[in-house]
């Protein structure tokens, strides 16, 4: 533990102007035990430590009451539906072109979709529908992505803002997702899903 | 025959600088250390590229697990004697009207911030959404992970 040298006293002749030397005690503690302290808690708050704060994706939701039809021709709405197994839809009839039955969209290839789609079409409205049973990982995905292409709009118009508008699935779209399906010959596998 | 003494070569290594640093993380460490609030649920929160942190106080929380189940969580503070509680009902869909009015009562000010679970389904999250529509609350958050996946304009 603890040690204290003691230094042999020289002796010195007593002598005007020559001030006694002090006396020095050299002491030596073992400092291990509270080296090893520190590391212990060091360790302890490193573990413990959160460094990345959450994130949070922040949602308006319109008030209920006030939710007053508004009329959008046919042509501006683009409709995204999600089925329980988490695939992507979309449906858009612009002009004279009828789109009968949705199509399937990769989720990689959201991005993409939704930037070309609003730049073909100024005042697009989105509409989303989910499946009760679909993820909620699905969800957020597809909000996030609306919002990282709503960013890339502001850049080089900053009162763009997306529209957009949840609604229920109906049996309607539930039937024409089938019907899509049924058509395609089935979801190509490992891409269903938001990641 | 007597044995050739072994020759032991006395190491001695200043510790004196890693001590320091070791030093130096810990009370970096100690300083900036904020605990994990206990966990009753674990949840597994999915990511998105939005940048806005989560505020550290005067939240509202609402939990679901990948079950579906529901939980309110929020501090309150007694005014006068300044004590904290934790508070976290497990509610269900019917009930959870009457506990957020509940909490809200309580802790007026409060900001809505929902954590779910990815495996959670749309259902749920639609059911909350609808509830807090009722209530008037417009605005709430979504707790989410960063996603460092960069945002490519492709414009």
Same mark, same amino acid.
């Given at each position: ?195 | ?21 070791? %030093? ?8 900036? !250390?904020?605990?994990?609030?206990? @966990?009753?649920?674990? =949840? *597994? &929160? ?24 529901? %939980? ?8 006068? !004697?300044?004590?904290?509680?934790? @508070?976290?009902?497990? =509610? *269900? &869909? ?62």
């Amino acid at each position: 533990m603890g040690a204290v040298d003691q230094p042999q006293r020289q002796v010195k002749t007593k002598g005007k102007g020559l001030r006694r030397p002090k006396r020095r005690i050299g002491i030596r503690i073992d400092m291990t035990p509270m080296v090893d302290i520190a590391f212990l808690l060091l360790i302890f708050y490193m573990v413990t430590t959160i460094f990345s704060a959450p994130q949070s994706m922040e949602i308006a939701l319109p008030p209920k009451d006030a939710t007053s039809p508004i009329e959008i021709g046919k042509s501006r709405i683009l409709e995204l539906m999600v089925d329980s197994d988490d695939n992507i839809f979309w449906l858009h009839s612009p002009g004279q072109v009828n789109m009968e039955l949705p199509e399937y969209l990769k989720p990689s290839e959201l991005r993409q979709f939704l930037i070309k789609k609003n730049q073909d079409y100024p005042g697009l409205v989105t509409i989303l529908r989910f499946d009760k049973d679909s993820k909620y990982e699905t969800m957020v995905f597809i909000f996030d992505e609306i919002q990282v292409v709503e960013r890339l709009f502001k850049q080089t118009d900053p009162k763009w803002s997306y529209r957009r508008s949840l609604q229920d699935m109906t049996v309607w779209e539930y039937q024409l997702m089938e019907k899509a399906k049924a058509a395609m010959g089935g979801i190509p596998k490992s891409t269903g899903g938001a990641s | 025959m007597a044995k050739k003494p072994r020759r032991r070569i006395g190491i001695a290594i200043d510790m004196t600088p890693m001590v320091d640093i070791g %030093f130096l993380l810990l009370i970096f460490y100690m300083t900036t !250390t904020q605990f994990k609030p206990p @966990e009753r649920e674990h =949840v *597994t &929160i999915p990511a998105s590229h939005s940048e806005i942190k989560v505020p550290d106080a005067g939240l509202i929380n609402i939990t679901i697990n990948k079950n579906d189940n529901i %939980f309110i969580e929020y501090v309150t503070k007694n005014d006068s !004697t300044g004590e904290i509680y934790r @508070e976290s009902p497990e =509610v *269900t &869909i019917n009930t959870l009207n009457y506990e957020l009015t509940k909490a809200r009562l309580k802790y007026p000010t409060a900001y809505i911030l929902i954590k779910a679970d990815k495996e959670s389904h749309y259902g749920t999250m639609r059911s909350v959404m609808s509830t807090l529509q009722d209530l008037k609350i417009d605005h709430f958050s979504l707790m989410t992970e960063f996603k460092t996946d960069p945002i490519q304009a492709g414009m």
